[in-house]
């Protein structure tokens, strides 16, 4: 069954996610958009007039996800490479990486991805030495999971004239900064054209089997190149698959948009990551005796959110400290008391991660009208008592990172992403991270995470007539098997209540942490399949 996009298909027979109507078991699909959604009594009308019908057979139909914050290619390259984030020891990623270079003889540079060295017993990263060992003196690039930090061999560091010049260079400690940057830069010139094209392709396929209708590429001269990025574009609007909104991060923003980029936004580094140190705090690391890397300050935000608004672009950043995020909303005020609140409003701004916030930064993000681009699963990996959160900040400071609650309550939009590969594209685990956060104010409902993962990242990018399935939108659907539905939030009074038929409000799967999560059978991009699950 592979209709294309002008074909009219009903399905039925199931559960359909729909606020048009909470009890829908049938729908629609019309040129590529919803055109009806209701109950299995009034589909007998459509069946005889429709090109193929297909019985969902109980299953469950939803919006498409939307993953807000993806690095297409490296998530690709990590997909079809070395992967250490599952390595439990030092050991045991140094096994890895010896395994992974006796297995790819004639790569130039030998490329890997994910250590996290808090998770370890030994709590510390490879040495230089132990890699030279491990892959017999070849080059190898080695980002820390955060992506801000990296190890690497003396053979790479011998392809970087004058890298032990540069900030972040440390002979023994992994490299940050421009050190970090230029090696990456090293290790992406040795991709061709035809491994980064290839590792695309597998982010795209993972993301549609997954139920990804829609990824939002978070490029930049400091994370990728340019090449990468029109390259990306070009595929994903040629071949079938889920739709790919670029966004790049850089101060030029004519460039951005001469780039075909939405915004010139997304990882605008205003400071760097907790795990790697880098991340702009007010107060001191509880384990570093400094409070990180600034590389924007607010006047250079305000600068850019005025270029950007007034060339009808997005503006964007990444901010994780709380040093980081107070610039990025002094900035943005100081730009919006130049261009007019309603401008800077209307253009609807990103943050990206926004993790440290405090109750007068999220009063900021609601009054200047600024997307919230957060990734729950930064909780579920590094959140709680002992987390990595914890080491960094310690435990009281650790509890206020992520709190979602809060800027739902205070009006915020929130539109959900992995970061991958930061961590995986894993929508209805994100969900679910949101929905059992580890600091149990900052929950949300099952249903407003859910929100936050399709809808919300289509109102981040402008567009508020998609991301949910009513006559009118975009067919973009996964239909999923899955357990009974329900409807599960922080409070079990509004749980109680909202699952009264008398609510209206259409359930969804139990994902209460223990329990299988739903397996995508099929997803659709505006009516065209790009993925159907083997065997199904």
Known sequence: MTETAHRTVLLRGGEVHSPADPFATAMVVERGHVAWVGSEGAADAFASGVDEVIDLEGALVTPAFTDAHVHTTATGLALTGLDLSGARTLAEALELVRAHSAARPGDRILLGHGWDASRWPEQRPPSRTELDEATGGRPLYLPRIDVHSAVVTSALLDLVPGVTGLTGYHPERPLTAAAHHAVRAAAHAAVTPGQRAEAQRATLRRAASLGIGTLHECGGPEISDED???????????????????????????RARALGALGAAGDLFVDGSLGSHTACLHEAYADADHTGTAHLDASAVAAHVTACTEEGLQAGFHAIGDA?????????????????????RAARHRVEHAEMLTPETIAAFAELGLTASVQPAFDAAWGGEDGMYAQRLGAERARTLNPYAALLRAGVPLAFGSDSPVTPLDPWGTVRAAAFHRTPEHRISVRAAFTA????????????????????????????????????????????????????????PDLTPGLELPVCLRTVVAGRTVFVRPNE
């Open 228 to 254: 990468d990025f029109t390259a990306l574009l070009a595929l994903a609007a040629d071949e079938p698959g889920p739709r790919v909104v670029g966004y790049w991060a850089d101060t030029d923003v004519k």
């Open 324 to 344: 980081a995020v107070g610039a990025v909303v002094e900035g943005v005020r100081t730009a919006a008391e130049t261009l007019g609140l309603a401008r800077v």
């Open 453 to 508: 993962h399709t809808r919300g990242g289509w109102r981040a990018i402008g567009r508020d007539d998609a991301g949910v399935l009513v006559p009118g939108a975009p067919a973009d659907y996964a239909v999923w098997r899955t357990g009974d539905l329900v409807v599960q939030a922080p409070d079990d009074r509004v749980a109680r209540w909202s699952t009264d038929p008398r609510s209206g409000t259409p359930g969804l």
